[in-house]
């Protein structure tokens, strides 16, 4: 029995046919109907009902004039009064794949947000550009997480996230978070010269990658013996000279260099 409708509906089916239904609040008339012929019934206040408890009660008239003694008190709560803004809205680091668990660059198409500043038993509402994706119950302390409900696509999300309070009343959006997900690997996208003693092996990517502990750039002879491994940062490679009995060299790229595998 609490809402944030100022004039809330009230419905019966076994009143009096062709007499009135009368609504109170505390001692006070606050709205009429007909009843009708099977009995049934329904009403709303005529104006807007403060904020706060309010005991209702009914009463019947009939053509006559006459009242029936009031029902039993039926106690609702008025609340228009909006929750703050959630705060604190993060890319939770379990969720935040790659080689950096606080860029909001992750492969996760469902990831997980938390942040604070809720009401226990409030909602928690997530949005992915202005869209709801999800939802889930604020926890004891204020402390909330959510996920969405199905999988997010490629590319930049604005993410934010709103209460509703148990009244159905909405706080503002928290502040944005931008977040990628990129479930793509990185793709090399040009060779240059491969060649022989003194000569550059040149690779390209497709988007900027870190390597990670378990990723690599190897360079290895047709005999398949490693000449090189690095670690750098770079979207691109300068990696020479090549030695060792004029093999011919070739690139391959192990798991795990980029933010997409």
């Known amino acids: ?45 005529l104006a807007a009902l403060a904020e706060g408890a309010h005991p209702m009660t009914l009463k019947y008239m009939d053509l006559a004039g006459n009242y029936s003694a009031a029902s039993p008190a039926l106690s609702i709560t008025i609340d228009t009064t909006a929750p703050g803004a959630p705060t604190g809205l993060d890319l939770l680091a379990g969720s935040d794949s790659g080689s950096s668990e606080d860029d909001d660059i992750t492969r996760e198409t469902l990831p997980y947000f938390g942040g604070g500043g809720g009401m226990e038993g409030d909602v928690v509402k997530l949005y992915a550009n202005g869209v709801e994706v999800g939802s889930s119950q604020v926890s004891s302390g204020g402390n909330w997480q959510v996920v969405p409900s199905a999988a997010l696509a490629d590319g930049v999300r ?6 509703m309070d148990k009244a159905g009343n909405h706080s503002v959006a928290s502040s944005a978070l931008d977040v990628t997900i990129d479930t793509l690997a990185p793709t090399l996208l040009t060779t240059g010269s491969i060649g022989f003693i003194s000569t550059y092996v040149r690779a390209q990517f497709s988007e900027n990658i870190k390597f990670t502990p378990n990723g690599a750039l190897e360079i290895k002879t047709f005999l398949g013996s490693l000449l090189q491994q690095l670690f750098q940062n770079n979207a691109s490679w300068h990696i020479g000279p090549i030695g060792g009995g004029g093999d011919l060299a070739v690139l391959s790229v192990l798991p795990d260099v980029g933010s997409g595998t």
């Open 1 to 45: 029995n609490l809402t944030n409708i100022t004039q809330p509906a009230f419905t019966g089916n076994a009143g009096p046919a062709g007499e009135y239904v009368k609504l109170y609040a505390g001692a006070t008339e606050v709205g009429s109907a007909l009843i009708g012929a099977n009995g049934a019934w329904q009403l709303a206040p």
């Open 158 to 163: 604005n993410m934010t996230v709103k209460f």
